[in-house]
């Protein structure tokens, strides 16, 4: 008489995959993975201890003259005295700031410094882009790289060098009113006209540095596969769809990075442009909030002040960043940082 024998009990593998959930050996621990990362964490420090020691002066660097100064944004909300200094300075709160932001002059030179920021992101920040792909469809490599440094030459210059060389061509005595008093008609001072500044220091800007950006862009050409151009001809896309469909996606990235970050410099202009210039056309033109710290809190003493001036400053660039980076990743885009 044969016996049919007991059905073998399931395993503790198999009534969790019939529970549906993972095997509790599947799981690793909280100690099995923190001993798992510090191992991976061991692992790459001993491949990777080169180029850490190449990187740090530059983190010594960094936290000396940057990070570890920044503790001192303490005096906006002090008296500051620098013969009393950090410690003997008589605590204020918010009264630095309750000052500021009742001054009229301090918001002209923001409005100053918005509108110097909207004009040049409309005028300046496209140009880089456009000279970088007039320039990749050079063929000659030769005249490509003569062309590429005679444009990025400017960004080299001081802008006391700038501010003359404008001079000498539109000011009033320059070239251009010079011709035009030999052709019998009035002359002009382009310098010296608070209407027409904004667009003025725009122009200073994009002969100086537009150049420099392009080559940022000309970088990020360089990384698109020229067989996605390729095969786009064969398909019988023209040059203005390819320019459509292949490389202003390839740059978008980098594009909405820099966008990125000139929005967190929104309120910084550049402060020797502006002083080099500001006598001439006055302070309603040219104050922006970089030269408005300079005249209100350090020519005058009251660092506090200056330093909460500085400290609005980049509290709202932090703020833009941020914001700008959050729309980035609603585009599809990784912007500053990504999402973890």
């Known amino acids: 008489m044969t016996t049919v024998g007991k059905a073998p009990e399931p395993t503790l593998e198999e009534r969790?995959?019939?529970?549906?959930?993972?095997?509790?050996?599947?799981?690793?621990?909280?100690?099995?993975?923190?001993?798992?990362?510090?191992?991976?964490?061991?692992?790459?420090?001993?491949?990777d201890w080169p180029l850490l020691l190449m990187v740090l002066p530059v983190v010594v660097l960094l936290g000396v003259f940057h990070y570890f100064p920044t503790l001192g944004n303490v005096i906006a909300f002090q008296d500051y005295s620098p013969y009393a200094g950090i410690r003997g300075s008589e605590f204020i709160g918010f009264a630095n700031f309750q000052r500021m932001f009742s001054e009229p002059a301090f918001w002209q030179a923001v409005a100053n410094t918005l509108s110097i920021t909207a004009v040049q992101l409309i005028f300046f920040f496209p140009i880089p882009i456009a000279l970088a792909l007039l320039l990749n469809s050079v063929l000659s490599a030769k005249l490509r790289?003569?062309?590429?440094?005679?444009?990025?030459?400017?960004?080299?210059?001081?802008?006391?060098?700038?501010?003359?060389?404008?001079?000498?061509?539109i000011g009033g005595a320059g070239l251009l009113a010079q011709t035009l008093r030999d052709n019998g008609q009035q002359a002009v001072d382009l310098m010296t006209k608070p209407d027409t500044f904004i667009l003025l220091v725009t122009a200073q800007a994009v002969w100086k540095d537009a150049g420099w950006g392009m080559i940022v862009f000309l970088a990020a050409l360089s990384t698109i596969n020229p067989a996605l151009y390729e095969a786009a001809a064969a398909d019988g896309a023209n040059r203005w769809r390819r320019?459509?469909?292949?490389?202003?996606?390839?740059?978008?990235?980098?594009?909405?990075?820099l966008l990125i970050l000139r929005l967190g410099d929104a309120l910084t202009v550049g402060f020797e442009q502006f002083i080099l210039q500001r006598s001439a056309v006055g302070g309603g033109a040219?104050?922006?909030?970089?030269?408005?710290?300079?005249?209100?809190?350090?020519?005058?003493?009251?660092?506090?002040?200056?330093?909460?001036?500085?400290?609005?400053?980049?509290?709202?660039?932090?703020?833009?960043?941020?914001?700008?980076?959050?729309?980035?990743?609603?585009?599809?885009?990784?912007?500053?940082?990504?999402r973890s």
């Open 16 to 47: 969790a995959g019939a529970a549906g959930q993972c095997p509790a050996r599947a799981r690793p621990t909280a100690g099995r993975r923190a001993r798992s990362g510090g191992m991976a964490f061991r692992h790459r420090l001993r491949r």
């Open 145 to 169: 790289n003569l062309i590429q440094s005679v444009v990025y030459l400017p960004h080299f210059f001081s802008w006391v060098l700038v501010v003359s060389l404008f001079q000498q061509m």
């Open 243 to 257: 320019l459509w469909h292949i490389t202003l996606p390839g740059l978008r990235p980098v594009i909405v990075l």
């Open 286 to 338: 040219a104050e922006v909030l970089d030269t408005y710290v300079y005249y209100q809190g350090l020519l005058v003493g009251d660092f506090g002040y200056g330093a909460a001036a500085g400290l609005f400053k980049g509290v709202v660039g932090l703020v833009l960043v941020l914001v700008a980076n959050r729309f980035a990743h609603m585009v599809g885009e990784q912007g500053v940082y990504s």
